[in-house]
């Protein structure tokens, strides 16, 4: 089945411990992208990666790391979590990032507190 | 740079009854429109989207959207909804060359009642 896996789904942590959100795909996706989910905010794009071991922020990076080591995997670190980042996380992934031909995928999601 | 507005963020509507999502963006080049859906604790589905040609679109469960270029709106409709479509809808935009791909509107919680 396609889909695209985040782990886990619930976590709570203490400000300063360092995390890490997994996100895996299964259908040979060239573009990952991570997503924030606010309240009234709707969804806020984090950072997002064309391919393999190229990555670019997007609109709210800041306190968010990625790496694209492998094209299935695009894992979301936190290395000194606050409260402010209290939030649900969705991983999203498509064949390209043009969506004129292609679909976006979204995971299930991560919620995240921090306290 | 794009932007979307969803002008109601809370929506109860009566079963069967007719309902309107309202959703506007701006943009400086072409687009394409997208309607998303979250159900409770549950990811984002696509619901339908606008990539050219007819500015009229439909889903496979009776939502309908029309792309309007000179109000640059892309409201979403259903002329009977179902308790089954109570849920989060969100529109989104996809700006022709941008590497970020999607921008969300902040959504909108359509609470269908008995």
């Known amino acids: 089945e396609a889909q695209v896996t985040q782990n886990p789904r619930y976590l709570i942590t203490v400000t300063g411990k360092k995390l890490t959100v997994t996100c895996s795909q299964n259908m040979n996706h060239e573009y990952m992208s991570w997503y924030r989910q606010d309240p009234g905010l709707g969804l806020r794009q984090i950072y997002y990666?064309?391919?393999?071991?190229?990555?670019d922020k997007g609109d709210v990076p800041e306190g968010y790391k990625v790496s694209r080591k492998e094209k299935r995997n695009f894992p979301l670190i936190l290395e000194s979590p606050s409260p402010n980042q209290t939030s649900l996380y969705f991983c999203?992934?498509?064949?390209?990032?043009?969506?004129?031909?292609?679909?976006?995928?979204f995971g299930q999601g991560t919620r995240l507190t921090v306290v | 740079a794009q932007s979307v507005t969803q002008l109601d963020s809370q929506v109860p509507v009566f079963e069967e009854a007719p309902v309107e999502l309202r959703c506007n963006y701006s943009?400086?080049?072409?687009?394409?429109l997208f309607w998303y859906v979250q159900y409770p604790n549950q990811g984002l589905q696509l619901l339908l989207k606008y990539l050219s040609g007819s500015t009229l679109v439909e889903s496979i469960n009776g939502f309908e959207a029309e792309f309007n270029k000179s109000q640059t709106s892309f409201h979403l409709r259903k002329p009977s909804v179902h308790i089954s479509d109570t849920a989060e809808y969100f529109c989104?935009?996809?700006?022709?060359?941008?590497?970020?791909?999607?921008?969300f509107g902040s959504g909108t919680q359509l609470t269908v009642l008995p």
């Open positions: 989104a935009v996809s700006e022709g060359g941008s590497a970020r791909q999607l921008t």
């Open positions: 943009s400086s080049v072409s687009v394409y």
């Open positions: 990666s064309m391919n393999v071991e190229v990555t």
């Open positions: 999203a992934s498509s064949l390209s990032w043009s969506l004129g031909n292609t679909e976006a995928f």
